[in-house]
């Protein structure tokens, strides 16, 4: 797919011959995809050179644009205008509505929010029906209507979206679209309807987790008070079979509201709880008898602990659980404290502790945060630092992180430090002892270099 879309960037003034498309079509019958799917894709890797999937949002939010093709090509008007649309006529019609809201995806992109929104409005008036006849539709134009900044439509979809935890999943999103506008009481307002659609599904597994996004809403939106109301909601919430989990649920709540003292209280009993290596905790599906060795089930806890601690300025009792972890534990947990939301607890470490404690795996964060807050010279610094600190890397991680600061370099325009990236990235995959891990990380190397084009 990527050479064929790669044959149509090299001859944009001709309308290729989409026959390949078709026998992709044929062949692939047994996976399911139509063509359809395949006109997406092949529209998607036309507009853009490097693929979108794998990235962190913050980077690609900055990196995507950059990437993106807005030129003429024929073969990409002839697909969005005409191919595309008669093939998506040719399915039923209750199974139209994910195609049309993908192509006003690719409309969005290229910025054409007029055909966008046409696109929308026919996804919307044909539907988009599962094998079990429920109407899903709403659940994937909610979210493209939000990218049209038009909250209000978005919110429409929102309220038939085919479950309450959906709907109150899609509700946080359009609020904390409002917030970011400066609508706060209309904010406040879709908090409030999206905690109901939350209550109509309580033993949902992430409840918790939805209840804590209108803390934090209510919380930035100045509702202390009905923040707070929502951490006590959480607390007095069923405990779940891991007790522990919901302990540190409640106390992470508890810190987003700045009560470092109840979030204190409840940690305490979170590390009591949690379970020994042999415990038995429950039964699941493939993986029988849950022990809290099971999917490191223990650790993974006492590092959300250990987090928390942190953010309730217990230091000490943060650094001694700390020593209760593995390598890999320990740096997860202090990834997760430097970037953990500065919301109602304490700071997160200075850059440098970071830097030494993660192997300068939160660099890439500092960075994005550095450019959307134009602190040019300091996002190229921590650019550099990664190339300095990944020099000697010999582990698929310090491949992924040399990546990511040239990705970052190509935004800020710096091509010295985009090929020293590279380079860096290459010399790390060669000494891979592994030798199919080395063969794809030097692909995955090559093929960002030959997507960059620019940089070479």
């Given amino acids: 797919m990527s050479v064929f879309a790669g044959q149509l960037q090299a001859a944009p003034n001709e309308i290729a011959n989409l026959a390949p498309l078709e026998r992709l079509v044929a062949e692939d019958q047994a996976d399911g995809l139509g063509l359809t799917d395949y006109l997406d894709l092949t529209a998607d ?151 109901a659609d939350v209550r109509k599904q309580p033993d949902w597994p992430w409840t918790s ?13 100045g509702d202390v008070q009905g923040a707070r109301a929502v951490a006590e909601e959480i ?6 079979v891991v007790q522990a989990s919901h302990f540190v649920d409640a106390a992470q ?71 209760q972890l593995g390598p890999w534990y320990q740096r997860h947990t202090w990834i997760e404290v430097c970037e953990a939301p500065r919301l109602g607890g304490r700071p997160p470490p200075d850059d440098e502790t970071c830097v030494k404690n993660t192997d300068g795996a939160t660099l890439p964060g500092m960075a994005v945060n550095a450019i959307n807050e134009q602190r040019i010279t300091d996002a190229a610094r921590y650019l550099s630092r990664i190339v300095a ?5 010999n582990s698929i991680e310090a491949v992924r992180l040399a990546l990511d600061a040239a990705r970052l370099a190509v935004v800020l325009e710096r091509k010295e430090i985009v090929n020293a990236a590279l380079v860096t990235a290459a010399h790390a995959a060669d000494s891979l002892t592994d030798p199919g891990d080395r063969a794809r990380e030097l692909l995955g190397v090559a093929a960002l270099r030959h997507e960059l084009g620019c940089c070479r």
């Fill in 235 to 240: 607390e007095a919430r069923k405990r779940d």
């Fill in 209 to 221: 987790s939805l209840l804590r996004d209108a803390v934090d809403l209510r919380m930035e939106a």
């Fill in 389 to 393: 600190i990944v020099g000697d890397g």
């Fill in 45 to 195: 890797r036309i507009i853009y050179r490097s693929s979108k999937s794998g990235l962190e949002v913050g980077l690609a939010d900055l990196f995507e644009p950059r990437m993106l093709h807005r030129g003429s090509n024929a073969t990409l008007t002839e697909i969005l205008n005409s191919r595309w649309p008669r093939a998506i006529e040719q399915l039923r019609e209750n199974k139209q509505g994910d195609s049309w809201n993908n192509l006003a995806k690719i409309w969005l992109a290229l910025g054409n929010k007029g055909a966008a929104r046409k696109a929308l409005e026919r996804a919307e008036l044909t539907g988009m029906v599962d094998y079990q006849g429920t109407q899903r539709i709403g659940d994937v134009t909610a979210r493209t209507w939000l990218e049209l900044s038009e909250p209000s439509r978005a919110l429409q979809e929102a309220e038939r979206a085919s479950s309450s935890s959906t709907a109150a999943t899609l509700k946080f999103a359009i609020a904390r679209a409002y917030l970011h506008t400066g609508h706060i009481r209309d904010a406040l307002d879709v908090t409030t309807s999206a905690l």
């Fill in 253 to 323: 709540a508890f810190n987003d509201v700045g009560d470092h003292a109840r979030a204190t209280s409840l940690l305490k009993p979170a590390l009591a709880s949690i379970p020994a290596p042999n415990q038995i905790v429950g039964v699941g599906a493939t993986l029988g008898p849950i022990t809290g060795a099971s999917l490191r089930l223990g650790e993974s806890l006492r590092s959300a602990v250990a987090v928390e601690l942190y953010r309730s300025g217990n230091t000490g009792d943060f650094e001694n659980v700390l020593t």
